[in-house]
């Protein structure tokens, strides 16, 4: 974690779209997540109604992204349908509702978070969380409740909070090289 001018996320690669705060809700940061794409199927998002013009919380100590029982059924669907080869499994403890047996044939569709002024491409890491030893599952969660960008997501990423410009960047990095 950085702060002051080390905190500063530029150079190639670097997204930004506004960070938007809401005063009744002082301890999140919005974002305007406008649709998810799955290979070439765009999905719009509406988000929860808190947050102003936000729609969707980032956290980083969300393990998950939560939308919409809506959104996540189409989320699901699209994935599911584009998805090749592995083996499509329950999860273990019974949480999770697409999982995948992966092997050396998995394909995983592209996926992209498009927010406002920032399509942001997910890889399989940002998109699916390892259960087990053997199971992968989709990091993403149906809530009704609460729209949260969750930690998975935002993986390999550098992300910059720009509070006085209120925006966010993404930029994509290798982590474990850091």
């Not at 938007?20 to 974002?31: E, H, K």
């Amino acid at each position: 974690m950085n702060f002051g001018t080390n905190a500063v996320v530029s150079g190639n690669g670097v997204l930004s779209t506004p960070l938007i705060s809401d005063p009744s809700q002082p301890t999140f940061y919005f974002l305007q997540l406008e649709a998810v794409s799955v290979g070439s199927k765009k999905i719009a998002f509406q988000g929860s109604s808190i947050g102003g013009s936000g729609n969707i919380i980032i956290d980083s100590g969300t393990t998950l992204t939560l939308v919409p029982t809506d959104f996540f059924s189409q989320l699901s669907d699209a994935v599911e349908t584009q998805v090749s080869g592995g083996t499509k499994t329950s999860d273990p403890e019974g949480f999770f509702s697409l999982c995948y047996v992966p092997d050396s044939s998995l394909k995983l569709p592209p996926v992209t978070a498009h927010f406002k002024g920032a399509d942001v491409v997910l890889t399989s890491d940002n998109i699916f969380i390892q259960v087990n030893d053997k199971v992968v599952c989709l990091a993403f969660y149906a809530n009704d409740q609460l729209s949260i960008y969750g930690n998975v997501a935002q993986q390999n990423f550098l992300i910059g909070y720009d509070l006085p410009k209120q925006t966010l960047s993404f930029k994509p990095t290798d982590c474990t090289n850091t």
